[in-house]
């Protein structure tokens, strides 16, 4: 069975302890440790790396919403939200941070298993997805919506990724692909002599960049700027082709 390992992190003592109740009466969960505030939460996010971050948004210093901004931005596999809160007027900002979903206290039980069930079928998606490919420096697969579809490597252009999914472009004019797997899972399958990752969000086909500056690689009429931790490589790579 997967397990899903997760942190909760609220300022209420009470509200914490309640999650923390129902995490351990869900089987697929696994609590690594519990927060009552956000400053604390993002070191110990960047150490223990969670797959699930159950957050309250009102917090002193630092809110549960600007947390989950700053995870958007950290190197990795980034963990998936839930935000519990005693507010609905964030429902809609919380979207916009890839929250899975938003748990409007007081919540029953019903409804947490019912958001932690979102997120156990995202990551066995994911998982059987990562699985099944099989990557060679001609081809690999790609589940996409209910079968899997060879994909050339010589076709690619460039990945992106939104959200939980993948959207493969490709060249000649054929239609982006859509899959259920993580920018990284996929990175990891695909053979570095051809496709490097330039930005939390893009890896690029290096046979079909077209022309580079400082900051920037294009792919034809697309403009993909490289991304601050990615620069050093890219400039090594850029290096060695200039000499």
């Not at 996409?144 to 990724?161: F, M």
């Not at 330039?198 to 900051?215: E, G």
């Amino acid at each position: 069975m997967t397990v899903i390992k997760c942190i909760a992190v609220d300022d209420e003592p009470l509200a914490l302890r309640l999650v923390e109740t129902f995490i351990e009466q869900t089987p697929f969960l696994e609590l690594i440790t519990t927060c009552d505030n956000a400053v604390d939460a993002m070191g110990l996010i960047r150490e223990t790396k969670p797959d699930l971050v159950f957050l309250d948004i009102n917090m002193p210093n630092l809110s549960g919403m600007e947390l989950a901004r700053l995870i958007q931005d950290q190197p990795g596999p980034l963990p998936k939200i839930i935000f519990t809160t005693a507010y609905n007027h964030y429902a809609i900002e919380g979207y916009k941070v890839n929250a899975v979903d938003y748990l409007l206290k007081p919540f029953s039980y019903e409804e947490f298993l019912r958001a932690s069930s979102k997120v156990l079928q995202l990551s066995e998606e994911a998982n059987n997805n990562f699985n099944t490919i099989t990557a060679d420096d001609e081809f690999i697969f790609l589940k996409v919506e209910y079968q899997w579809v060879r994909i050339s490597l010589k076709d690619i252009t460039y990945i992106e990724s939104l959200k939980d999914y993948v959207k493969v472009h490709l060249e000649d004019s054929q239609k982006a692909l859509l899959s259920l797997i993580s920018l990284k899972a996929l990175e990891e399958k695909l053979p570095s002599s051809k496709f490097m990752r330039v930005h939390r969000s893009f890896i690029v086909s290096l046979d079909k960049i077209s022309a580079i500056s400082k900051n920037s690689i294009f792919i034809d009429k697309i403009e993909i700027t490289v991304g601050e931790q990615y620069k050093e490589a890219f400039k090594t790579l850029v290096d060695k082709w200039l000499k």
